[in-house]
Structures are given as structure tokens and as C-alpha cells.
């Protein structure tokens, strides 16, 4: 009896042996493989009717973006930015005219800044942490003054010169890669149609949508 269950033992031992030289066991990787993480971020708005187009369009496909908003273009648009705030994006600050900060002297850049920051609290109770300055040009003295983070860009379609829709979705869409920052403006149509098929695009291959403030302190 005892040599028979012996004998069992050794053959189902020899026919595992023989099943994992041919199906061997896949290797674990100690570390999971991240996603590859990718900002899209939005200048110049809110626009009334592309900006709302553009909010749907992100909620639809729980994507969280960055919006950097032109303080005199909030007044009779709150709920715009209301629904950025609930959905989860993040706002920062494009000035208040859309001025060039480094041709201005400081107290009347603060005040730009500042202003915006005020309209921005007004809506949100939350002062922006996050500035874009118009036309990439920042003054430095400006940050012992606005303690804020400056945030440029990684990929620039040109959206706001082209104005066609797959110029732009296949400019990004080609020279992303992970981490980068894409600038695009939420006041064309033709920029919002690319933003949406970008998304579409990109999560397909792999990439997930962050805020700025995922990118620069990861």
C-alpha cells in the first residue's frame, strides 16, 4: 500500500515537472508597471459655449484637465467654473487681460495676477497655486512677490493659428510621450473637437490624464 502511494507521488511529482518545462510560469515583476501620465491644459478661457462643450466632453470620459483662466472672461461664466471645480480639474491664473507680465512693472503685474486669484477665490473658496503667464514670458522678480508656481508647456499644436481640428489632434497625438504638458485653448472649436479625439486617442494607447500639479511633483 505504502509503496503504491510511493510510487503515485513520484509520478504526479515527474508529470509537474514535465508541465512546467513546457508551460513554464510567467516571471512577476516586483514593480508594476505605471501608466504613462499625460496634462492637457487649457488657456484663455471660460468660453460660454466651448468651454461647457469642452467640460461635457471631459466628464463623459472622467478625464481631469487643467484650465488657466483670464479673470475678466469670468464674470457671467461662474458656473463654468463651478463645474471645473466640481469635476475635479485644476484652475490657475492667465492674468487678468491676458497681459505680457515681463513688459509690466511689478505692482501692476501683482495686480493682474491678483485680481484673477480674487475672481478665482470668489467662486471656489480656493486661491490658485498655478500661473501660466501669457505668452510663455514670466518676470522674475515677480516671485519673491506671488508665491505661485509657474507652469509652461511640453507640446504646443498652435491650435489658436491653425484652427483645424486634425492638424492639431495629429500634432499631439505624434509627438507626446509621457509627462508631458500639452497647451491648447478652450476657445475654439476646432481646439475642443481635438482635445476630445486626443483623449480618445491617447487613452487607447495607454495614457492617463492628469493636472499639472500631478506632473510637476511627481
Known amino acids: 500500500m505504502k509503496k503504491g502511494l510511493v510510487f503515485c507521488c513520484v509520478l504526479l511529482l515527474a508529470a509537474g515537472i514535465i508541465y512546467l518545462r513546457k508551460y513554464p510560469v510567467p516571471a512577476v515583476s516586483d514593480k508594476v508597471q505605471e501608466a504613462k501620465k499625460v496634462a492637457l491644459t487649457f488657456d484663455d478661457g471660460p468660453h460660454q459655449k466651448y468651454t461647457k462643450l469642452l467640460l461635457d466632453g471631459l466628464r463623459e470620459r ?4 487643467t484650465f488657466f483662466l483670464i479673470g475678466e472672461s469670468i464674470q457671467g461664466k461662474e458656473e463654468l467654473v463651478e463645474q471645473m471645480k466640481e469635476d475635479g480639474h485644476l ?12 513688459k509690466m512693472g511689478k505692482d501692476d503685474a501683482c495686480a493682474e ?27 522674475e522678480e515677480l516671485s519673491c512677490a506671488v508665491d ?28 507626446v510621450s509621457d509627462g508631458d504638458i500639452i497647451l491648447l485653448h478652450d476657445v475654439y472649436k476646432t481646439s475642443v473637437e481635438a ?21 510637476i511633483f511627481d
Open 62 to 65: 472622467n478625464v481631469k484637465a
Open 91 to 102: 484652475i490657475g491664473n492667465h492674468t487678468y487681460t491676458h497681459v505680457q507680465l515681463s
Open 113 to 139: 495676477i491678483w485680481k484673477t486669484n480674487t475672481a478665482i477665490y470668489d467662486i471656489t473658496e480656493q486661491i490658485p497655486c498655478f500661473i501660466r503667464p501669457p505668452f510663455g514670458e514670466w518676470n
Open 148 to 175: 505661485m508656481s509657474v507652469v509652461l508647456w511640453d507640446i504646443d499644436p498652435q491650435d489658436w493659428k491653425y484652427k483645424d481640428t486634425k492638424r492639431v489632434r495629429d500634432y499631439v497625438v505624434k509627438n
Open 195 to 215: 482635445a476630445l479625439q486626443i483623449v480618445d486617442i491617447l487613452t487607447e494607447e495607454g495614457y492617463e490624464f492628469v493636472t499639472v500639479e500631478e506632473i
